[in-house]
Every structure is written in structure tokens, then in C-alpha cells.
């Protein structure tokens, strides 16, 4: 990994724990802390900070603050100015892989000036100090000061545990998406600590230091970041190396301090040393492989894995190291000898193994992070979506096998992320994918309290909404979406149509507000997402879709499955607008074209019911697979109303439903059932005889059934085994069996009756009748034969026995 490539690991923390133990030393000071502290901020953070310009400054923003600085030239500048500030003698850190705390994330534990919570009550300053100074002097923290900076807008679990973790690395950890990683997927971290305090909280630091023994927090972070979650950086491998502290001989000197000070092994003395496997196999190793660390032939030192091979590069050096992240400083003796060993080597089977025994804790870890995960998709496993993996398909046969179900139930699924695997990104996507333009930037100007249209446009969840968009034109949407809800007593505003919600100003030099107040009333939940944005934790309660569903009908049209023109009037207008819309089938494509390491689905029941080639347009060749974004054969198209160019990307699945009973089946564009794969669900007996029914002989009735409308159709009119496993079987029969027996033999009561029986269908009382005494006197009466014609018995009839009538059905 090249980033640590002259890096000396956790060299940071020595900077945060200087800085603090400085602001500590004047926050000792009660009556002058503020006005010493602020000057501190003017020193590092400019003049223009609003960390400066607002009226109170408190450590905890302070730290935050210096953290969020992104660029490596920030950081230099800000930590350099925070050295000369405070006159550290320190140097600057070399190594930057601590929580980073997003540009739009709020830094400040205040607004304005103000320690409120959501219900607008004061939180002393005083708190934040007294927590502050606790964490940094290694003291016991009061879950009273605890809740009540939790409970600051716009602080949260992540931001206040993220702030304790840069102050004491040592003691505390971030509980963040990263290192919600390794905890159980049915726990709602963020919830918990919020409800119950730091009593949750120190539980969740108590099973890290089980999970990585003899590890401080920070070696936690790193090792977490860099290999566990959606936006980790390397591959945890199960490759093993050994290495021996004693890297000159047996009878040399023990590098173990070194080591562990250093975070970091060493091979050996020379280049020249043979093993039973040649020479150090220097290049052998590689970034995420595991090193096994020893003392002895059964005495161990811990594990380790690798972060930087220094000798890839030109091979063995005295100054060369292979640099490491700890995941279990534990020494321990293990009960079986793996053999008499200096220097460094690839660790055989018959050592990992007993090692495995000596370190069963830190192998099940490694295990868990090594296993692909079944509650993420991605298309390294596109073959594991479904049975048949081709990307377009449908699901046909007869009405009642499942199709609806077998969509529901089991693709859904396939395609349904769990907020515990999701990462930051993928939250904020999904997010803003639900939101409309004006409430973006409602939300982004909250964040931001006062800003220029160009610095709304710079905002993170604005960027999104642009990608997601695939729009090149975001800065007029941005303007005329705060024109048009913009307050009407506004002066600097002279736009005449304007629509609810009205809550934006704007002064005389261009900056943008938002009146809270009415945005509350207005749009509540802005403040709500704006806080799930900065302070995110992978919340496995959180099941995020990855699909949408629709069903084709006979009206439904391009322009609700791809894009149209669609009419528009505001409240309180009175002339009729018009704006381009996207369909459902466009959304979900520039969805899945912003997020590639994802699989989404498109579900469409009924799909022979619409007008497939009208619907699907132009796009009915681009949804080969060989004609997708990335493919071989990639074609685009400009679409007729946006003119903008448009793909389908690789990554999402067109899955259809067809009922072959439905005479519209006939009318299926051939186009389109070449462009399909067809996946047959035909009824199932087996789904009958595994339920357990006392009443009736269902499958005997089923089979019958089936077999006597297949001899009058075909096996495709013939009736899934959804209809024989309700528990209301006479219902079931009435209403559903019965009424498309009907439609099938177009109300053709003589078939009907042999299928069902007389049990079911009699003959009609008119068929009875004497001719004589019922045609008019004419020529031909006697020469008139009437057709016998029948009914169906009403199930409310005397003389109906629904017990009975299946016993003849079956006769």
C-alpha cells in the first residue's frame, strides 16, 4: 500500500494528544478559556472560521474542526499553524489514516454561538469542558455530560465518539460505518448509545479489545479502514508468513519491542540465508497477507497484517521493514512445537494450524472477513443472483405457479442491500435518489445556514442528485428552485411564480438563507436527514431497495416507463405547465449507472398485458447484453424528449412475469422474446402434498383438473397450485377457481361441467320445456329441437353440497 510508504504509523496521535493537553491546560482557566481558546482558532483556522466568528468556542469543535481539514495541503498549513499557536514541540504527523470527518459534516458543536438540543433546551459549555477534559486525562467520562453533548444538534453518536477518539486514541474508538463492520447485523448501534448513554457505548469498546486483544483503539481503526466494509481499501487474504523476533539467530537479540513500537517486522540480517524453501521469499508477500509473529518454537508474539512489503521493490536492505497493522498482541504458548526458526518464511499448513489452536479467536476473525457476504450484492457474484443469470428474464406459465410470489419472495431479496453493509455513499444515493430537487437543496442550505448558488452547488448531497440526474445543467436547477420558493416578502427576489414550500432569502450580495422555522413546518424531516447524513452508522434495521416494481397494463406507455412530457400545475397557479419527467425505467438506470458495484433489478408483473414494443421504444436493443454500457457492442441513444444521450448499464436486471393463460400472450413482440431468456413455473403438486389439509383430497383434485383442461386447451391454461393451498378451500373454489374455469371456457357451462362435475353444473329447467307450450303458433314449431344448455350451481342452493361435489368432481 503505497499511502504508507514512509509513514511512521500513529504518529498522529502523539499530534491530537499535544494539542489537547494545551487546550486543557487553558480550559483550566474558567473566565478566560473562551477569549484564549478563540485566539487560538484565529491563529489556525483564519478570521473567517465560524469557529472564530461565532461567540463561543468549546475543544470539542475545535478538534473536530482541525480534523475535517481534507487536502493534505490543509492539514499541513492547519497543523503547522496549530504547532506555532500553541508552541508544541512536536513534529508534523506523517501519517493521516484517522477519522475524517466530511467537508459538508459540521464541525461545530454550536450554532451560532447556542448548546441546544432538539426540544431548544441549553446545554452548558461547561459540559463539553468537563468531557473534554476527562477523555484527555484518561479519567472516567459522566454519562451525564455524555447524553447531554450527544443530544446537541447536530452532534450524534458518530461525531461526538469520532471527536473522544482524536483526543485519546488510546482508550477511545469511532463508532462509525467502519467499525460498525464487525458487529451483529440485528444491532442498532447509533439507537442504543442514544438511548442508553455510555453505559452501551464503553460495551461496544469492551468488545473490541476482546475482538483484538493486547490492540489500542487506533490500531483497531486502521486495521478496520483498510480491510472490513464497502469502502475498504485492500483484500484481507488468507495467505500466511512467519517471522521470527530473534531475525539474526536464535542466540542474537530479540527484535519483539522493536516490532511492536514500531509496527513493523524485519526479515533477517543478509540476503543469504536458505530455508527449507530457498531464500526469504521476500516477494512473496504481499499487501493483506497475514504474518505470524513468534518468539520460540511455541512461544508467540501475535498477529499482524501486512500494510507495506518495503523489500517488492528492490529486494532485501538492512533499513527495508515490512510494515504492519496489529490485530492481536497477545503473547501466548502454544501446547504443540512448530519447530526451531530464525528470520522469515512462508508459514507451512502444519504451522498455521497450530497456531490456529493457540489463536482460535483471531483465526475466527479472519475467517468472518475473508467469507463473502450474502447481505451484499455485487458483480463479482452475478452468477449467484439467481439460478439463470441472464440479465433479462421472465417467469411465464399458467396463472397460480408462483410467479408474483417467487418475485416477491425470493428475487426482492437478491436485491434488497441491509444498512449494516452499506457504506456511506451507497446511504447517501439511495437517500437522495428519493428526493426531489427542492428538498436537496432545503437540506443542503440548512447545512450550510448561508451560502451562494455556486456553494449550494459544491454541496455533497447536491453533487449526488446531480450524478443521479445524469444532468449537465444543475446550476440553473439550483437557481430556479430557490426563486420559485422563495419567500414572497423577499426584495432581492423578483420572480411572480412561486409555489408552497416558501422559506428561502436572499440579501442584497447574493447569499442564500432558509428560515428554520418555517421549514419546520414546511419540511420537517430536512433536519432529521440532514443528521443521519452526517452522523451514519450502518444500521442493519435500514433495508435499503435496490428495484422497483410496476405492472404493465394496456394505457401504460413510454412516457411512464421511460420519459415524457407531463403536465404540471403548482398550487395557487393558474395557467397549466408543462416539465419533462423521468419514467421508472430511467430513475432506476441512472441509479444503477451511478452505483457499478451494485446490482438493481427492474420487476415488471403482467409485462405481456402492456404494449411492449411501444413502451420499451428505442430501447428494446439496448437491453441486450452485449449492447449495455461497458459491453463489447455498447450502443446509446439520444432520447426524444431530454435529447440527452442514454445506455443501459450492466449492472441491473430486467425480470418479467407472463401469464400464459392471458390471450395476450399471442400478441408478444417477437423482438422482445429473443431478447429474453424464459424461465417456465408450471403448477407444482409437490406444493400441494406438503401442506397439511384435512378436509379435502387437494392434489387428487388438482391433478383431475389439470389433467381434463389440458385435453380441452392446453397445459397452459391449466391452474397453479396457489389455488389448492388456501385454507378456505370453498372460497377459494367459488371465487377464483370457479370464475376462471369461466373465462377460460368463455361461460361454456357444458365444459365446464367436464371438468367439475356434476357436483357443480347442472342442466338448465328451460331446456325442460315442451317446445308446445312455449314458441308462438307457427309453421315450423314442431320442427324445432331445443339444445340442452346448463348452469352452474349456486353455492348458496339447498340443494349444493360442496363436499359432495368434489366427491363426484373426482368420481
Keep these: 500500500m503505497k499511502e504508507f510508504k514512509n509513514v511512521k504509523l500513529y504518529d498522529w496521535v502523539d499530534f491530537f494528544k499535544s494539542v489537547c493537553k494545551a487546550i486543557d491546560l487553558i480550559g483550566q482557566d474558567k473566565e478566560k478559556r473562551n477569549i484564549l481558546l478563540k485566539e487560538k482558532a484565529k491563529d489556525v483556522f483564519g478570521e473567517t472560521h465560524p469557529i472564530y466568528t461565532n461567540p463561543e468556542v468549546d475543544p470539542l469543535s475545535f478538534v473536530y474542526t482541525l480534523a475535517q481539514k481534507n487536502t493534505k495541503n490543509q492539514r499541513v498549513v492547519s497543523f503547522q499553524n496549530c504547532i506555532d499557536a500553541f508552541s508544541l514541540d512536536i513534529d508534523l504527523p506523517t501519517d493521516w489514516h484517522f477519522p475524517t470527518p466530511t467537508p459538508q459534516t459540521k464541525s461545530l458543536y454550536y450554532k451560532k454561538g447556542e448548546y441546544i438540543d432538539n426540544d431548544g433546551i441549553s446545554i452548558s459549555v461547561d459540559i463539553i469542558w468537563g468531557l473534554f477534559s476527562d477523555a484527555i486525562n484518561d479519567r472516567n467520562l459522566n454519562n451525564e455530560q455524555f447524553k447531554n453533548i450527544l443530544s446537541i444538534i ?10 473522544l477518539f482524536l483526543i485519546n486514541a488510546e482508550k477511545f474508538l469511532p463508532i462509525d460505518e467502519r467499525t460498525a463492520t464487525l458487529l451483529p447485523t440485528s444491532t442498532n448501534i447509533g439507537k442504543e448509545i442514544n438511548n442508553i448513554g455510555l453505559a452501551k457505548y464503553e460495551q461496544l469498546l469492551e468488545f473490541y479489545k476482546e475482538k483484538f486483544p493486547n490492540c489500542y483503539p487506533y490500531e483497531v481503526n486502521l486495521f478496520l479502514s483498510q480491510f472490513t466494509g464497502k469502502e475498504k481499501q485492500h483484500a484481507l487474504k488468507k495467505n500466511f508468513c512467519q517471522i521470527s523476533t530473534m531475525v539474526d539467530g536464535q542466540k542474537h537479540n530479540d527484535y519483539y519491542d522493536d516490532f511492536v513500537r514500531n509496527n ?3 526479515a533477517g540480517s543478509s540476503g543469504d540465508h536458505k530455508t527449507r524453501g530457498g531464500e526469504y521469499p521476500l516477494d512473496k508477500v504481499f499487501d493483506g497477507n497475514i504474518v505470524i509473529v513468534r518468539r520460540g518454537t511455541k512461544n508467540m508474539a501475535g498477529i499482524g497484517v501486512i500494510l507495506n512489503n518495503e523489500y517488492l521493490e528492490n529486494g532485501y536492505a538492512e533499513d527495508k521493514v515490512i510494515k504492519i497493522v496489529w490485530i492481536n498482541k497477545s503473547q501466548r504458548k502454544l501446547n504443540n512445537a512448530i519447530g526451531d526458526w530464525s528470520g522469515f518464511n512462508i508459514a507451512t499448513a502444519d504451522t498455521i494450524q497450530k497456531v490456529k489452536e493457540g489463536y482460535s479467536d483471531t483465526f475466527s476473525l479472519i475467517d468472518s472477513l475473508t467469507v463473502s457476504k450474502n447481505n451484499t450484492i455485487s458483480n463479482d457474484s452475478k452468477s449467484n443472483i439467481m439460478d439463470n443469470d441472464n440479465l433479462n428474464q421472465i417467469l411465464y406459465g399458467p396463472p397460480g405457479t408462483g410467479k408474483t410470489h417467487r418475485l416477491q419472495n425470493e428475487f426482492f431479496d437478491k436485491f434488497t442491500l441491509k444498512g449494516s453493509s452499506l457504506s456511506r455513499d451507497q446511504f447517501l444515493e439511495n437517500l437522495v435518489s428519493e428526493l426531489s430537487w427542492w428538498q436537496v437543496i432545503s437540506i443542503a442550505l440548512l447545512d450550510l445556514e448561508t451560502a451562494k448558488v455556486n456553494t449550494i452547488y459544491d454541496h455533497e448531497l447536491v453533487k449526488i442528485k446531480e450524478k443521479l440526474s445524469n444532468s449537465n445543467n444543475v446550476r440553473p436547477t439550483i437557481w430556479r428552485q430557490l426563486q420559485s420558493h422563495t419567500i414572497l416578502e423577499c426584495p432581492n427576489v423578483k420572480v411572480r411564480d412561486r409555489s408552497e414550500p416558501l422559506y428561502f432569502s436572499k440579501d442584497e450580495d447574493s447569499n442564500w438563507t432558509i428560515d428554520v ?33 410496476v405492472t404493465f397494463h394496456q394505457s401504460f406507455s413510454y412516457e411512464d416507463f421511460i420519459e415524457g412530457i407531463k403536465p404540471r400545475l403548482e398550487e395557487d397557479e393558474t395557467e397549466l405547465g408543462f416539465e419533462i419527467k423521468d419514467g421508472i425505467f430511467k430513475k432506476l438506470c441512472l441509479k444503477a449507472t451511478a452505483d457499478p458495484d451494485s446490482n438493481y433489478a427492474i420487476f415488471i408483473d403482467e409485462i405481456n398485458r402492456g404494449n411492449v414494443s411501444a413502451i420499451f421504444g428505442e430501447l428494446i436493443t439496448l437491453i441486450e447484453e452485449d449492447k449495455r454500457l461497458g459491453a463489447k457492442n455498447e450502443l446509446k441513444i439520444k432520447l426524444p424528449y431530454s435529447k440527452r444521450d442514454f445506455g443501459i448499464p450492466s449492472n441491473l436486471y430486467i425480470i418479467g412475469t407472463m401469464n400464459t393463460a392471458d390471450r395476450s400472450v399471442e400478441a408478444l413482440d417477437t423482438a422482445l422474446r429473443r431478447r429474453f431468456s424464459f424461465i417456465e413455473m408450471m403448477p407444482e403438486l409437490k406444493v400441494v402434498e406438503q401442506k397439511e389439509f384435512i378436509d379435502y383430497l387437494r392434489v387428487d383434485i388438482m391433478e383431475k383438473i389439470n389433467q381434463r383442461i389440458e385435453l380441452l386447451l392446453d397445459k397452459n391454461y391449466t391452474l397453479g397450485h396457489s389455488y389448492f393451498i388456501k385454507e378456505d378451500f370453498k372460497k377459494s373454489f367459488k371465487n377464483e377457481i370457479i370464475p376462471l374455469l369461466q373465462e377460460y371456457f368463455y361461460n361454456d357451462y357444458g365444459k365446464i361441467g367436464l371438468i367439475l362435475g356434476k357436483g357443480f353444473v347442472r342442466e338448465k329447467e328451460i ?20 339444445l340442452k344448455s346448463y348452469e352452474l350451481i349456486p353455492f348458496e342452493d339447498d340443494a349444493f353440497n360442496f363436499d359432495i361435489a368434489l366427491e363426484t368432481l373426482l368420481a
Excluded at 524 to 529: D, G, T, V, Y
Excluded at 779 to 784: C, K, L, S, V
Design 154 to 163: 447536530n452532534v450524534g453518536v458518530v461525531k461526538l465518539t469520532q471527536t
Design 264 to 266: 513493523e517486522v524485519r
Design 517 to 549: 422555522e418555517l421549514l419546520n413546518q414546511y419540511y420537517p424531516e430536512a433536519s432529521e436527514i440532514l443528521n443521519s447524513t452526517q452522523n451514519f452508522i450502518g444500521n442493519a434495521e435500514t433495508l435499503v431497495k435496490n428495484y422497483d416494481f
Design 767 to 786: 331446456s325442460k320445456i315442451n317446445t308446445q307450450n312455449i314458441f308462438a303458433e307457427f309453421e315450423t314449431r314442431n320442427e324445432i329441437e331445443i
